[in-house]
């Protein structure tokens, strides 16, 4: 009969799962908006504001590239007929701000409000999950 003590590591790992995923993507593109309704239509929100006599392009602004790296180890354990799998997980392992653009008004003027275009929210921050899965 085996040494239960001497199986060491590999009883450890067995039944243990480790994955993960990356994620990357540039940002989205935008419209800069004059919150007016310069054409008439009733609708203030998607009328794009004209600078020196040029009419803002369809989508010329960018939000800021977008990464995240998930991870999640997990053990099942054997508890007579039945199972036992259990895990954490990480969301955002890297604490990436990933921030972002949350005021698109440009205004009525010929420059920018001030607060246009400022990468002004945040993501969601780094964040662990434990859980626990009976299988019977």
Same mark, same amino acid.
């Given at each position: 009969?085996? +040494?239960? !003590?001497?199986r060491?590591?590999?009883?450890?790992?067995?039944?243990?799962?480790?994955?993960?995923?990356?994620r990357?993507?540039?940002?989205?593109?935008?419209?800069?908006?004059?919150?007016?309704?310069?054409n *008439? +239509?009733?609708? %203030?929100? #998607?009328?794009? &504001? $004209?600078? +020196? !006599?040029?009419?803002?392009?369809?989508?010329?602004?960018?939000? &800021?590239?977008f990464?995240?790296?998930?991870?999640?180890?997990?053990? =099942?354990?054997? %508890?007579? &007929? #039945?199972?036992?799998?259990?895990?954490?997980?990480?969301?955002?392992?890297?604490?990436?701000? *990933?921030?972002?653009?949350?005021? =698109?008004?440009? !205004?009525?003027?010929?420059? &920018?409000r001030? #607060?246009? !275009?400022?990468?002004?929210?945040?993501? $969601?921050?780094? $964040?662990?999950?434990?859980?626990?899965?009976?299988?019977?």
């Amino acid at each position: 009969m085996e +040494d239960v !003590g001497q199986r060491g590591l590999g009883d450890a790992l067995d039944r243990t799962t480790l994955s993960g995923s990356f994620r990357y993507s540039t940002g989205s593109a935008f419209n800069a908006t004059a919150n007016s309704d310069f054409n *008439n +239509d009733s609708q %203030i929100f #998607t009328d794009r &504001p $004209t600078v +020196d !006599g040029r009419h803002f392009e369809r989508n010329q602004f960018r939000q &800021p590239d977008f990464y995240s790296l998930e991870a999640r180890l997990g053990k =099942t354990w054997r %508890i007579g &007929p #039945t199972e036992l799998y259990t895990f954490v997980e990480c969301f955002n392992c890297t604490d990436a701000s *990933n921030r972002f653009v949350t005021d =698109t008004v440009w !205004g009525t003027g010929q420059t &920018p409000r001030a #607060t246009f !275009g400022l990468e002004s929210g945040v993501g $969601t921050p780094r $964040t662990f999950q434990l859980a626990a899965r009976f299988s019977f």
